[in-house]
């Protein structure tokens, strides 16, 4: 069974479909995964054990009847834990949510179990979504699947390293500043963030209501491409192949180059050789909106994180990790109308960009700028903490502040995930060339 749960999420459901795995088996292997790896507390939350073996079972029926509800019916995958959960602790990695039991399942979970998809269980992740890291002294922090000693990448950190270890097949996230992609690179994983406005955030606990976005942490674009169709309900986005030698790619010359790490940057050159010895068309062009945006960042991120959770942090602001508090409390002296100026700003340079790739159909770049570095060292220096988890989230941020879809793929060196933005609500178009880019990117 274990080489099945290595199985990407479609490939999985496709043998339940033909019969050649049974959900409730496949389920009880997954639990029975859990419970003797050594640092399943730290990765999951919760285990929703009873409520998984009736929804498997009742899986198996419908494979049964020939009456399954979706490509991944009879598929177990894991949840943030910002997720509402009915009857079941939705804390979001912070104390100061402790023992919250909402009454309703968060929207996108319903639209799930709609579509036969069974929720194993709630992970881990950095205190109220807040962190790039995905290091929570407060509750737990997993440690990264490929190295335990080196951050997983967050906020949705136990997501990432629940699917990178074979304990669920997928595993769905949210995405403020990066913390889908920023997991999913760092483990080797597929993560995509979708488009603000596309996925409902009914029922999810907020950051910035304004920038939060939801997308799966898979093993495969045409995962990613199946998770969305769940999740959206009634959605069925299929995967196409599309000559990538007809369409335009774009390198922005900007900040999103500076700084890498050695590793990282001998990567994305080689993907880059990839892609152009394929046929592929890439453009290197300049541009400072990008940089006058991120210029705006904590004008608008940090004040409205703040505010969203001013009354709940200041009742007892001892909770917190403090480098965590001290990003939280960095919006606290923004006055209103440097907020609603740089809103302003920041909706004229979109409509800029927009223009700016018109004539591309995806921009790439790496997906962070440094390798994850090690925990023990986070936790040691504050300073250190707050200066890698501004590096950490550089890349990713652009995407959310331009309000655009992007996706990472993993490439053939570990913790190097390759990124690719597309335009606003083309996540089709946008899964369709990460399908083909991954092909040629794992060859």
């Not at 223009?355 to 770049?365: C, H, Q």
Request: proline share 5%; net charge positive.
């Amino acid at each position: 069974m274990k080489q099945i749960m290595a199985l990407t999420a479609t490939e999985i459901g496709h043998k339940i479909s033909i019969g050649k795995i049974c959900p409730v088996e496949l389920t009880e292997a997954y639990i029975s995964e859990i419970k003797t790896c050594p640092n399943s507390k730290s990765i999951f939350t919760t285990i929703m054990k009873n409520n998984a073996l009736k929804q498997a079972h009742d899986a198996k029926i419908r494979a049964r009847n020939n009456s399954r509800r979706s490509l991944l019916d009879g598929v177990p995958i894991s949840w943030k834990d910002v997720c509402d959960t009915e009857g079941i602790p939705t804390e979001a990695g912070s104390a100061l949510l402790k023992n919250r039991v909402p009454k309703l399942n968060a929207t996108i979970i319903e639209n799930a179990t709609n579509a036969g998809i069974i929720s194993l269980g709630k992970t881990h992740m950095t205190e109220l979504a807040f962190s790039g890291l995905g290091v929570n002294p407060i509750t737990e922090t997993p440690g990264n699947s490929l190295n335990p000693k080196l951050a997983p990448g967050g906020s949705s950190s136990g997501a990432a390293v629940s699917v990178a270890l074979n304990l669920v097949s997928g595993s769905i996230g949210s995405d403020t500043g990066g913390s889908v992609r920023v997991p999913a690179a760092w483990n080797d994983l597929v993560g995509l963030k979708t488009t603000h406005g596309l996925v409902s955030l009914k029922g999810v606990i907020p950051l910035c209501p304004k920038f939060d976005t939801i997308g799966p942490i898979v093993k495969s674009v045409e995962d990613a491409a199946n998770f969305l169709s769940a999740i959206l309900s009634g959605e069925n986005i299929k995967i196409q192949k599309d000559d990538l030698k007809t369409k335009r790619f774009a390198i922005i010359e900007t900040l999103l180059l500076d700084k890498l790490d050695d590793k990282i940057a001998i990567s994305f050159d080689k993907c880059l050789n990839s892609l152009a010895n394929s046929g592929i068309q890439i453009t290197r062009i300049k541009s400072s909106i990008i940089s006058d945006a991120m210029a705006l960042s904590s004008l608008v991120f940090s004040p409205e994180a703040y505010g969203t959770w001013k009354n709940v942090i200041e009742k007892d602001p001892t909770k917190m990790h403090p480098p965590v508090l001290e990003r939280f409390r960095s919006g606290q002296n923004i006055s209103g109308p440097d907020y609603v100026s740089a809103w302003q700003n920041l909706e004229n340079l979109r409509e800029k960009y927009i223009k700016l790739i018109s004539n591309f159909d995806g921009i790439l770049a790496p997906t962070t700028a440094i390798l994850p570095p090690r925990i023990n060292s986070l936790l040691s220096d504050n300073t250190y903490f707050s200066e890698r988890n501004l590096l950490t989230l550089r890349n990713t941020r652009v995407a959310n502040l331009m309000g655009i879809p992007a996706i990472t793929i993993p490439t053939n060196d570990n913790f190097c995930g390759f990124m690719i933005m597309g335009n606003p609500f083309q996540e089709k178009s946008l899964l369709n060339i990460g399908n083909n880019m991954e092909k040629i990117l794992k060859n």
